[in-house]
């Protein structure tokens, strides 16, 4: 992974010090942790998480009396294996699914950070995974041009979407294309939503409307994670307002340092259920964090 390059790269470097050594000392231990702590701020992952992070990994070295038992340097690398793992979440988090078609996915996000691409990406995505029959629903009113764009995406891959154009309340777009799914049986509903520049009150509140009537089962929260802490912070605002139940976190493969995938989970307590890698609608993955963790590991 091309975002976790540089970390990977350091926690290595502090982990094959520690290594070499015949004998680790209450004083390696420090350093290493200092080392990690450095690599983790550098990598942009959250101060909280990391202050928090350190703290437990060095307990859990304390505790064990890793200093004292056999191969400590191995140890220690367990111990910050487990707990890069812990703090993205263990598993893959799948999407909730209602007992009732259609289930209905309700996505949010920022203007800007992929929620119409990722709206194609999942549905191809369900497409395959499940032969899913799935209907978008346009409830971006804002951008005339936001309309076009999700028949584009949705035409590439064969998915209908229901629209009523830019004069229409989204809530009653919402309505109406609800019934529809209900008449045709669709079994997913992907709701797209209006996105701003930053979070403000008039979009939350459009937000909770849609939200209480729609009733969704998941509330995907598009994130950029070249925005690095400002990926954290919005994750944290949406959450506050609509309480979203996962992020899917786009544009890892651009040049971005990973904090946010390491953050996320540990600041919401929200998983990231899928990761963006690509603007083509293949390039969705499923977000599994004991894999990452270990591939940071290196
Ligand atoms: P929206 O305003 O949130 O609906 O964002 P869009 O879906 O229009 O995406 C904004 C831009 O980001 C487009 O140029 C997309 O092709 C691009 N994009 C979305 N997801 C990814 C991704 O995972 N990787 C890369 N490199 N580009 C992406």
Redesign the pocket.
């Known amino acids: 992974h091309m975002a976790f390059e540089g970390l990977t790269e350091r926690l290595q470097k502090a982990m094959e010090k520690l290594r070499r050594k015949p004998k680790v000392t209450e004083a390696d231990l420090r350093e290493t942790m200092r080392e990690i702590r450095l690599a983790l701020l550098e990598a942009d992952v959250n101060f909280k998480v990391v202050k928090d992070f350190v703290k437990t990994v060095r307990e859990k070295a304390a505790g064990a009396e890793v200093l004292k038992g056999l191969n400590p340097a191995q140890q220690i690398v367990k111990i910050v294996n487990d707990e890069l793992t812990e703090m993205m979440g263990e598993t893959a988090t799948p999407l909730n699914k209602s007992a009732h078609i259609p289930t209905v996915i309700m996505m949010v ?13 999942l549905a191809k995505h369900l497409k395959k995974e499940e032969n899913a029959r799935p209907l978008f629903i346009a409830a ?1 009113v804002y951008r005339p041009a ?1 309309i076009t ?1 999700l028949q584009q ?1 949705a035409a590439s891959i064969d998915v209908p979407v229901f629209e009523m154009g830019t004069d229409v309340d989204p809530v009653e777009i919402v309505r109406q294309g609800m019934e529809v799914a209900k008449e045709k049986h669709n079994d997913y509903v992907i709701i ?1 939503t209006a ?1 701003r520049l930053q979070i403000d009150e008039q979009l939350m509140e459009e937000l909770a409307k849609i939200k209480e009537l729609a009733k969704p089962d998941e509330i995907l929260l ?1 994130v ?1 994670a070249m925005t690095g802490q400002n990926a954290v912070n919005t994750a944290q605002g949406f959450d506050d307002q609509l309480d979203i139940t996962g992020v899917v976190l ?5 040049d971005t340092r990973g904090g946010a995938a390491m953050s996320i989970r540990a600041v919401t307590g929200k998983p990231i259920k899928f ?5 083509k609608m293949d ?2 993955d499923v977000f599994h964090p004991d894999r990452m963790a270990s591939r940071i590991l290196g």
């Open positions: 996000g920022l203007q800007g950070a992929g929620k119409t691409t990722t709206a194609g990406k971006d936001a764009q995406v797209d996105g598009v950029d786009t544009k890892l493969d651009g990761v963006g890698e690509g603007e390039n969705l």
